[in-house]
């Protein structure tokens, strides 16, 4: 089968970009699992949406480096960006939106536009609280203000490739299930930007450095906590319910120096918003 979105959108303050973007899923990969055709609306709003939940909608909170982390976090969907040293317990997604705008043609700040993307440049939180007058980290700035609608279409990017791949991990006996989750969440106005809300803010639940004592916290979990239709009809406030016993469970399994706890209100009501956006997209 054949997933095509086609977005149109400005850039900067001279020239249309039309981007197509298409995601080609083989019926055996993806089970039957398929994005409906998206409009340019619904993609920047759901960008907007995004940008609410991890920035408050407000273009300081662009650039972020959490107390307690080691790594940035940039742009709308606060993407992760590590220093070239130091562990990397998540997926650092950055680097991934950087070559998506490359191919988009997406003029990039000259520091940045190599291959392979450099990594963070500040080695620690102070390094980049002390850098604010660094000319790379204004022109950084810059860069994520003008290009909100490039880093929408990316977010919606990652969902397309993240629906076959989390199948792909699922032992066959339960890709029907799976699958059955992913379209019931699909079929209703706001699923997608549910779906990929979830994906750009706690990850797919396939690789290793998304579990803490081998339980996951992603969509992948998500989806498996997620009972019948039979059991539970309203398929966003069953979406919430499972994804808050998710997190509450990675927050018992978290190692205690990170002090996950301070962080679980503010997830669960980011889950918790899901109910009220039902009818937005």
């Not at 095509?4 to 039309?18: A, D, M, V």
């Amino acid at each position: 089968m054949k997933l095509k979105i086609s977005i149109l959108y400005l850039t900067g303050f001279i020239f249309n970009l039309f981007l197509v973007l298409a995601v080609s899923l083989t019926a055996a990969s993806a089970e039957g699992v398929s994005l409906r055709q998206l409009s340019q609306q619904e993609i920047q709003q759901i960008g907007r949406m995004v940008f609410e939940n991890e920035c408050a909608s407000k273009d300081k909170n662009l650039i972020v480096w959490n107390e307690g982390e080691n790594f940035m976090s940039l742009g709308i969907g606060h993407f992760i960006w590590y220093p070239a040293r130091g562990k990397r317990p998540f997926i650092g997604s950055f680097a991934k939106l950087i070559e998506y705008a490359m191919v988009s043609g997406e003029k990039i700040p000259a520091w940045l536009d190599k291959k392979p993307v450099p990594a963070c440049p500040w080695g620690s939180r102070n390094s980049f609280l002390n850098a604010q007058s660094d000319r790379r980290l204004i022109e950084l700035k810059e860069f994520l203000i003008r290009t909100k609608s490039i880093q929408a279409a990316f977010i919606i990017k990652r969902l397309a490739e993240a629906l076959p791949l989390i199948l792909q991990h699922v032992p066959e006996g339960g890709r029907e299930k799976i699958a059955f989750q992913m379209n019931r969440l699909i079929s209703v106005p706001s699923g997608v930007y549910i779906l990929a809300d979830y994906v750009n803010f706690k990850g797919l639940g396939i690789t290793p450095s998304e579990y803490y004592k081998g339980k996951g916290w992603g969509l992948l979990q998500v989806l498996e906590g997620m009972r019948d239709k039979s059991e539970a009809p309203y398929a966003v406030r069953e979406f919430v319910r499972s994804a808050n016993l998710v997190l509450e469970e990675r927050v018992k399994n978290s190692p205690s120096g990170r002090n996950e706890q301070k962080w679980l209100p503010g997830w669960q009501k980011r889950v918790n918003s899901y109910i009220n956006r039902k009818k937005e997209v």
